[in-house]
Each structure stands twice: as C-alpha cells, then as structure tokens.
C-alpha cells in the first residue's frame, strides 16, 4: 500500500524544479485558506518511532502572511475556478 504521506526524498524532488531562491510558504487550512511563512525544519520521532521531518511556521507575529491567492487554492483543488458573472446584452440607446 502506497502511503499517503510525502517523504522527504519526494519533496527534494518536487522542490529542485522550483525557483531556488523563490521563498518558502505553507498553504493551511482548505476551507478558508491561508499563507504562512516557513522558518524551521525539525526531524524528531513519532508515537510508533518512525523519523518525521516537520516544517514549521515562524513564531512572530508577521509569519501568518494572510489569505492564500485563489490561483493557488485552485490548483490545490481547494476551491473550484471562479468565473465572472455573465454580462447583460448591451442594447441600442431608447432600448431597441
């Protein structure tokens, strides 16, 4: 059985295709999404002595950074894509 979690190994590999000196967020919470600032990488052992790695967020005020962008909840299947409300037909001065 596949696990369902991602392991370090395959996040090295998503991120080498990334803009290595783009910075770092976590995307929380897909009911009202939001942004933070990653700022540490902690490795420790969970109740069954497997190794996790965490990724946290800063603890200061300023590492929340606010709501995630709607392209991105997107593409996360967070939300569905939003289309603009359809545009009444123009007509002619004097409604014709």
């Known amino acids: 059985m596949p696990s369902e979690e991602l392991t370090v190994q395959e996040l090295i590999d998503l991120l080498s295709a990334c803009d290595r000196d783009a910075p770092v967020r976590q995307a929380i919470n897909s ?31 300023h590492s929340q950074l606010g709501v995630l962008p709607p392209e991105v909840a997107v593409k996360l299947a967070w939300q569905s894509p939003v289309q603009p409300p359809p ?8 409604g014709q």
């Open 87 to 94: 545009r009444p037909r123009r007509t002619a001065c004097g």
């Open 31 to 61: 009911l009202f999404p939001m942004e933070h600032r990653l700022a540490q990488v902690v490795q420790s052992t969970d109740m069954a002595g497997r190794t996790v790695v965490y990724l946290a967020e800063g603890g200061d005020e």
